[in-house]
């Protein structure tokens, strides 16, 4: 069964809020941080990400330079818990403790964290906002796992079935966002859902969201009337 992206309560709605790549090969296939402007869709994505930890210890969250800041920090909130910037190197004016990396595009890089915040006993929670070729999150763990902390889990909108996401799937636990049926276009990093995309056209949860909120006015405003 196809996913139902108009209804705000069947299972990852809020991805239809994603926006497709406009500027080229350079770029990442598709922007997700759309979703995060709106509350509900921001809200949802967060809780379903923790939905597989509910019963784990988590004693920080740790986000990936630089959209996982934004997932991250969100979860961090969410749970009443620390919030641990992951940062490309160079921008930390304390001492760090640095790992080599290939991103997505194959562009050689190296993130850096904090040396006085991870020791042993802590359990932490990574966020990045999306695995592609899982070489960022996989640096990311030989960082928190090298200060001697424990990986409790990873969390991003969505793991792609490549030969490093499949590493990270088959050697941690991992929450993401993507029914399982959507899976498949996400690997092919084609979504149906972008073939009617119009970046200024509202996105269908504005139009529901501004009637329901109309409904719910008027429903006042009777009850508010009959009272009198």
Same mark, same amino acid.
């Given at each position: 069964?196809?996913?139902? %992206? @108009?209804?705000?309560?069947?299972?990852?709605?809020?991805?239809?809020?994603?926006?497709?790549?406009?500027?080229?090969?350079? *770029?990442?296939?598709?922007?997700?941080?759309?979703?995060?402007?709106?509350?509900?869709?921001?809200?949802?994505?967060?809780?379903?990400?923790?939905?597989?930890?509910?019963?784990?210890?988590?004693?920080?969250?740790?986000?990936?330079?630089?959209?996982?800041?934004?997932?991250?920090?969100?979860?961090?909130?969410?749970?009443?818990?620390? *919030?641990?910037? @992951?940062?490309?190197?160079?921008?930390?004016?304390?001492?760090?403790?640095?790992?080599?990396?290939?991103?997505?595009?194959?562009?050689?890089?190296?993130?850096?964290?904090?040396?006085?915040?991870?020791?042993?006993?802590?359990?932490?929670?990574?966020?990045?906002?999306?695995?592609?070729?899982?070489?960022?999150?996989?640096?990311?763990?030989?960082?928190?796992?090298?200060?001697?902390?424990?990986?409790?889990?990873?969390?991003?909108?969505?793991?792609?079935?490549?030969?490093?996401?499949?590493?990270?799937?088959?050697?941690?636990?991992?929450?993401?966002?993507?029914?399982?049926?959507?899976?498949?276009?996400?690997?092919?990093?084609?979504?149906?859902? %972008?073939?009617? %995309?119009?970046?200024?056209?509202?996105?269908?949860?504005?139009?529901?969201?501004?009637?329901?909120?109309?409904?719910?006015?008027?429903?006042?405003?009777?009850?508010?009337?009959?009272?009198?």
């Amino acid at each position: 069964m196809p996913v139902n %992206f @108009i209804n705000p309560r069947s299972e990852g709605w809020y991805l239809s809020l994603m926006a497709p790549n406009t500027r080229g090969p350079r *770029f990442a296939w598709l922007d997700p941080s759309r979703l995060y402007c709106n509350s509900q869709a921001l809200s949802d994505c967060v809780k379903d990400l923790l939905r597989p930890f509910h019963n784990d210890i988590i004693d920080l969250v740790a986000g990936i330079d630089a959209m996982g800041f934004i997932l991250g920090s969100a979860i961090a909130t969410t749970l009443g818990k620390g *919030f641990l910037a @992951i940062r490309k190197a160079g921008h930390l004016c304390v001492t760090t403790q640095t790992q080599d990396y290939s991103d997505y595009s194959s562009r050689e890089k190296m993130m850096e964290v904090r040396i006085d915040v991870l020791k042993p006993g802590v359990r932490v929670l990574i966020v990045d906002q999306w695995i592609e070729t899982g070489g960022t999150m996989k640096a990311a763990i030989k960082l928190v796992e090298r200060l001697g902390a424990t990986v409790i889990g990873v969390a991003a909108v969505a793991i792609e079935n490549s030969e490093g996401g499949r590493w990270i799937k088959e050697n941690y636990r991992c929450s993401h966002c993507v029914p399982e049926e959507l899976q498949p276009e996400i690997d092919r990093h084609h979504l149906e859902s %972008f073939r009617d %995309f119009n970046l200024n056209k509202a996105p269908p949860f504005l139009h529901l969201h501004s009637s329901a909120l109309c409904a719910d006015k008027d429903s006042a405003q009777d009850s508010t009337d009959q009272e009198k």
